[in-house]
């Protein structure tokens, strides 16, 4: 019983998601968030008080997705109304007008860089926009942005699905290095299938032949550095993997390599090498911003993450607020119950690097008074519906994992181990994808499912390090179908009540992702690892 009412919510979601006349994110996950806290009350008896705890820690969390959504939005909009998008539009149809490069260069190569530097969803909602202001249809870009953004997203972040994903588990350096190792190992054989999958949503399959030798061209100009540096580091794998794939693939498609000749149907105007730069200063700050605030070495990222408690107060019964140093507002102790919350307003990719550069670029574009009210007004009302998404989405998964190794989420990964025995290496990378559906990241699916994966490893006999790299895996190419991805990516493109259409697409290329995944860890890692 159990077990069937922990995986009830979650089928209930999907189908109110998915059927015919489905219902939209913002009533469906509300709902099913209800769901769950009825379900705790009448079956788990569990503590009302743990239960308002966890509600008041959602309404905290939540803050962290809806800024990022709001910055993007708000940088997005900028773009559009300075003329920065039409800019770049022109300058991309100019370097080829082909479909499949600008796809490639936009929704894979920069896409890729953009999550090896901050991952939180900010590739799909920097690159997409893009792509649709280029032409392409809005729904398809949001299945192919949502699907392109799994082969990074292991190392995303500077490596925090990695290393801070798998830190409870006290593992050691080397461990981790070969975890990491395994890791990019299978996203490398992914990749060769995986954009291929994504340029269908949006292109004929006759486009794809045609241009077969530059698609892998650039998946390789990625994925090769990408594996090599995942060999001998954690963290950097993604950034220089997409930066060096993005610089190649620009050049490629410059010269016409491997890419049939398209006429150009976009605009023939040709734009200066000034009006180029300045339409990518913008990015190019976000890009300055979001890298020099999350290399380690750099004093910058410790000084944002400063927990050093700098303001106190209590708040009741409710909890102790505190704000740190490093402007990170924490509530404590929430209603008694150990349990905290907190925002880190200068970490998180919402204030910087978003609205600064947006501050930053007003003037320099020169855009009025007007229409900069205008921009933040849009903005904020384009964040409505997801924000009650989101609280919906974060109140299931917070009760959901309510109750430690009786949690619902850990009884649902539990039976699954159990039923498969020595056969878990082929459904591992599915349980981190099940973590990524409800956690919307890689890092909180690798904190959630790692100690299950470990000890299922462990009482089988199988390799803890392969496992644990499946997990990582999962929870990567479980970013397809994550409500919080797919939300942010919606409410950035404005598409609305598409969630459930979405998820029927690209559930399809995840479960393929999880068989190549299978596939590799059975047959290729015994090659040239000690599993």
Same mark, same amino acid.
């Given at each position: 019983m159990a077990l069937f009412l922990s995986i009830f919510p979650i089928v209930l979601l999907i189908y109110l998601m998915v059927k015919r006349n489905a219902l939209p994110s913002y009533v469906a996950l509300p709902w099913i968030a209800a769901v769950v806290l009825i379900i705790h009350l009448l079956f788990f008896a /569990? *503590?009302?008080?743990?239960? @308002?705890a966890k509600i008041a820690s959602a309404v905290v969390d939540v803050l962290t997705p809806i800024t990022v959504i709001f910055g993007a939005i708000l940088f997005n909009r900028f773009s559009e109304t300075s003329g920065v998008t039409n800019t770049l539009r022109k300058w991309l149809g100019n370097i080829n007008p082909n479909p499949v490069a600008q796809l490639m260069i936009i929704g894979w190569a920069f896409a890729f860089m953009i999550e090896g530097a901050s991952g939180f969803g900010t590739p799909a909602a920097i690159a997409a926009p893009i792509l649709v202001g280029l032409g392409f249809n809005p729904i398809k870009v949001a299945v192919l942005a949502l699907i392109m953004n799994s082969v990074p997203v292991s190392f995303g972040?500077?490596? /925090?699905? /990695?290393?801070?994903?798998?830190?409870? =588990?006290? =593992?050691? #350096? #080397?461990?981790?290095? #070969?975890? &990491? @190792?395994? %890791?990019?190992?299978?996203? @490398?054989?992914?990749a060769l299938v995986i954009p291929v999958i994504a340029l269908s949503f949006v292109v004929t399959w006759k486009e794809i032949r045609q241009n077969i030798i530059f698609i892998y061209l650039s998946v390789f100009a990625c994925v090769v550095p990408y594996f090599l540096l995942a060999q001998v580091n954690y963290e950097f794998p993604s950034l220089v993997g997409g930066a060096i794939g993005m610089f190649v693939s620009i050049f490629l498609a410059n010269k016409g390599v491997g890419l049939a000749k398209v006429e150009n149907t976009l605009d023939n105007t040709t734009v200066s090498s000034k009006e180029v730069a300045k339409a990518l200063l913008p990015t190019g700050l976000l890009i300055a911003f979001l890298i020099v605030t999350r290399v380690q070495q750099l004093p910058f990222k410790a000084m944002m993450n400063n927990a050093t408690t700098w303001v106190s107060t209590q708040l009741g019964s409710l909890g102790q607020f505190e704000i740190s140093e490093g402007l990170i507002f924490s509530l404590k102790n929430i209603f008694g119950t150990g349990m905290n919350a907190g925002y880190k307003l200068l970490y998180v990719p919402a204030l910087i690097p978003f609205v600064v550069t947006v501050l930053i670029a007003i003037p320099l574009f020169s855009v009025s008074a007007s229409n900069v009210k205008d921009i933040f007004a849009t903005s904020l009302k384009q964040v409505r519906n997801p924000f009650i998404a989101l609280i919906g989405a974060l109140i299931?998964?917070?009760?959901? =994992?309510? &109750?430690? *190794?009786?949690?619902?989420?850990?009884?649902?990964g539990k039976s699954f181990a159990e039923a498969t025995g020595e056969y878990w290496t082929i459904f591992a990378s599915y349980l981190g994808a099940v973590g990524a559906f409800f956690s919307g990241s890689n890092t909180v699916s690798n904190l959630t499912f790692g100690s299950v994966q470990l000890s299922t490893a462990e009482i089988t006999g199988l390799s803890t390090s392969l496992i644990l790299a499946l997990q990582s895996v999962g929870g990567a190419m479980g970013n397809m179908v994550c409500i919080n991805n797919i939300v942010a990516v919606n409410s950035v493109l404005n598409i609305q009540n598409q969630e459930g259409a979405i998820i029927k697409k690209t559930v399809v290329p995840m479960m393929i992702y999880g068989i190549i995944a299978a596939i590799v860890a059975? %047959?290729?890692?015994?090659?040239f690892f000690n599993v």
């Open positions: /569990t *503590d009302i008080t743990v239960i @308002s972040a500077v490596g /925090t699905p /990695t290393w801070f994903g798998f830190g409870p =588990l006290n =593992l050691g #350096e #080397e461990k981790i290095l #070969e975890i &990491g @190792s395994m %890791t990019a190992t299978i996203h @490398s054989f992914a299931m998964v917070n009760l959901m =994992l309510v &109750g430690g *190794d009786g949690s619902m989420v850990k009884i649902i059975l %047959t290729i890692i015994p090659m």
